[in-house]
């Protein structure tokens, strides 16, 4: 079965889309010529993120574009033969949304809207409304970003709907309320990766995690992007700053070890979950 070379960036990605634009298209030549199949870049890659999560100014907010305007037609033109996801501000229908595209030479493969919003980023952002796997040439693939994967039911709705791949895209700041003298230590970055690990783990599939890097505004983002196997294993990662996680991976067929004896997906027991199927509501 085919290897596949996946590497998950960690770097810093400001406002200016023309500059990031000429980031990516040297990221893609020099992986492309060392074969990389599958890249995933931070969110807010296009644009920038917000730089205040309590109180966002959307009117000085990262420049938001059409999910299909000469940006991301460019996009797909520097990838070529690999698989690229990016994270952007999407215009739509009068909103703006923290969103995710996948796409090749071929075009866009799939899309994601950012679903679970911290804090105050409703200010800034409209919610997206669902998870939804895609076919790739690399096989079916889904979308998280960011705060979607603190939610184990996100990604498990991709793993049902038949990914082996989940890219989770990330722009992950240190904590705002706690925050630590050092990284290490700081408890959104051990969580950060505690929820790769899991998510990749209790669905058994390989996740590809991208965050950025540096600061903007009152945010400092952590980095730590990684590559996970289905066993939950890391086997690759960067640190705080910026850097590349690459692994060669054969993912149909460490999937299928994975499920070879515990296949947690069809062992699952849903006439037990009586709460998930009621949306009974917490304060």
Request: proline share 4%.
């Given at each position: ?6 590497a998950?960036?960690a770097a810093?990605?400001g406002a200016?889309?023309g ?11 020099r992986?492309?010529?060392d074969g990389?199949q ?8 296009l644009?920038?993120?917000?730089g205040?999560l309590?109180?966002?100014?959307p009117?000085t907010?990262?420049?938001a574009?059409?999910?299909?305007g000469?940006?991301i037609?460019?996009?797909s ?5 690999m ?9 739509a229908?009068g ?6 595209v ?5 075009g866009v493969l799939?899309r994601?809207r950012?679903v679970?919003q911290?804090?105050?980023?409703h ?5 997206g409304?669902?998870f939804?796997a ?5 096989g ?11 939610f ?10 038949g ?6 895209l990330?722009?992950?700041?240190a904590?705002?309320t706690?925050r630590?003298s050092?990284?290490?230590?700081d408890?959104?970055?051990r969580?950060?990766?505690l929820y790769?690990q899991?998510?990749?783990a209790?669905?058994q599939?390989?996740?590809a995690?991208?965050n ?11 980095g ?9 294993d890391?086997l ?7 850097g590349?996680a690459?692994a ?6 460490e999937?299928q ?16 979950y009586?709460?998930?199927l009621?949306d009974?509501?917490f304060?």
């Amino acid at each position: 079965m085919p290897v596949t070379r996946i590497a998950a960036v960690a770097a810093h990605f400001g406002a200016d889309i023309g500059r990031a634009l000429e980031k990516i298209a040297g990221i893609i030549e020099r992986l492309a010529a060392d074969g990389v199949q599958l890249l995933v870049l931070p969110d807010a890659s296009l644009g920038g993120y917000i730089g205040d999560l309590r109180n966002p100014d959307p009117a000085t907010g990262p420049e938001a574009i059409d999910g299909d305007g000469p940006e991301i037609r460019l996009l797909s033109r520097l990838a070529g033969d690999m698989v690229l996801c990016v994270g952007y501000a999407e215009h739509a229908d009068g909103l703006r949304y923290n969103s995710a595209v996948c796409l090749s030479g071929d075009g866009v493969l799939g899309r994601h809207r950012k679903v679970h919003q911290p804090a105050g980023e409703h200010l800034a952002y409209a919610a997206g409304q669902g998870f939804s796997a895609f076919d790739t040439p690399l096989g079916r693939m889904g979308m998280l970003i960011d705060y979607d994967k603190t939610f184990p039911e996100s990604a498990r709705e991709l793993a049902l709907d038949g990914a082996h791949t989940i890219a989770a895209l990330s722009a992950w700041p240190a904590s705002t309320t706690d925050r630590a003298s050092r990284m290490p230590n700081d408890r959104q970055s051990r969580l950060f990766d505690l929820y790769d690990q899991a998510r990749a783990a209790e669905n058994q599939i390989v996740l590809a995690s991208s965050n950025q890097t540096g600061t903007t505004g009152s945010l400092r983002f952590l980095g730590q992007a990684k590559i996970v196997g289905p066993g939950g294993d890391i086997l690759a990662k960067t640190w705080t700053k910026g850097g590349l996680a690459v692994a060669d991976i054969d993912i149909a067929a460490e999937v299928q070890r994975a499920r070879r004896v515990l296949h947690h997906l069809t062992e699952r027991r849903t006439d037990t979950y009586v709460n998930l199927l009621q949306d009974k509501g917490f304060q």
